[in-house]
């Protein structure tokens, strides 16, 4: 079946502008994460979905970070006012939920540039 | 707070020598551990996990991994490299309810022919 795909693989932009960040979970899965990996680190949680709620946004570094989730599948991260240090690897994960701890499956990422 | 070190940032083996990548963790409950590695232009992948029981993993690619509570450690081994294991390894813990992984620095591994 279908991993979790994100869109888009590459994205360059300029300092202060707009962008988003897609996320295509696998289906069914209810838990969906976002992380951030800088060059030459670990990915650092953002944040987690569980359905359509943000249950825990205590990753996002600042307000110019969001993240939705209208119907409990597709996510979509946005960040405003775009600085050189939001420069990174976006990575989407998704996993069922249960009362056991359920693997998280990973997307190949989104690299953002921001000149 | 949760953490995690990998002490080595580079190791450099030979095709066919062992290879043990180091990683301790800090949490306070039991943890849920885990490894993955990524390649190059590849996503991240898991290699195994340890939630409870038996203290020795087994996972994909040869790997396995020993869960050490008294040392607060979670090492990662394989009997025998293969130049296709070049990659960056990391080792991550699995923190609070929602479970969101909390990840060490990774480890490269380069193979030498």
């Known amino acids: 079946g279908a991993g979790v795909s994100q869109t888009p693989s590459n994205k360059v932009t300029e300092k202060g502008k707009y962008v988003e960040l897609r996320c295509d979970p696998i289906?069914?899965?209810?838990?969906l994460y976002w992380y951030r990996q800088s060059l030459g680190q670990g990915p650092e949680f953002l944040i987690y979905f569980q359905g359509t709620g943000a249950a825990d946004d205590s990753g996002l570094p600042n307000d110019r970070f969001f993240a939705v989730r209208p119907e409990g599948s597709v996510s979509t991260l946005k960040i405003q006012r775009t600085e050189r240090g939001d420069s990174a690897v976006y990575l989407c994960?998704?996993?069922?939920?249960?009362?056991?701890?359920?693997?998280?499956?990973f997307g190949p990422g989104t690299r953002l540039t921001v000149l | 707070a949760q953490s995690v070190t990998q002490p080595d940032i580079h190791i450099t083996v030979s095709e066919g020598a062992s290879l043990e990548l180091r990683c301790n963790y800090s949490?306070?409950?039991?943890?849920?551990l885990f490894w993955y590695v990524q390649s190059p232009g590849q996503g991240l992948q898991l290699l195994l996990k340890y939630f409870s029981g038996d203290t020795l993993v087994q996972g994909i690619k040869g790997f396995e991994a020993e869960f050490k509570r008294s040392q607060s450690s979670f090492n990662l081994r394989k009997p025998s490299v293969h130049w296709s294991d070049a990659a960056e390894y990391f080792c991550a813990v699995a923190a609070g309810n929602n479970r969101k992984l909390i990840w060490g620095l990774g480890t490269s591994l380069a193979v030498n022919p």
């Open positions: 289906s069914g899965h209810t838990a």
């Open positions: 949490y306070g409950a039991t943890p849920y």
């Open positions: 994960a998704s996993s069922s939920y249960g009362t056991t701890y359920n693997e998280q499956f």
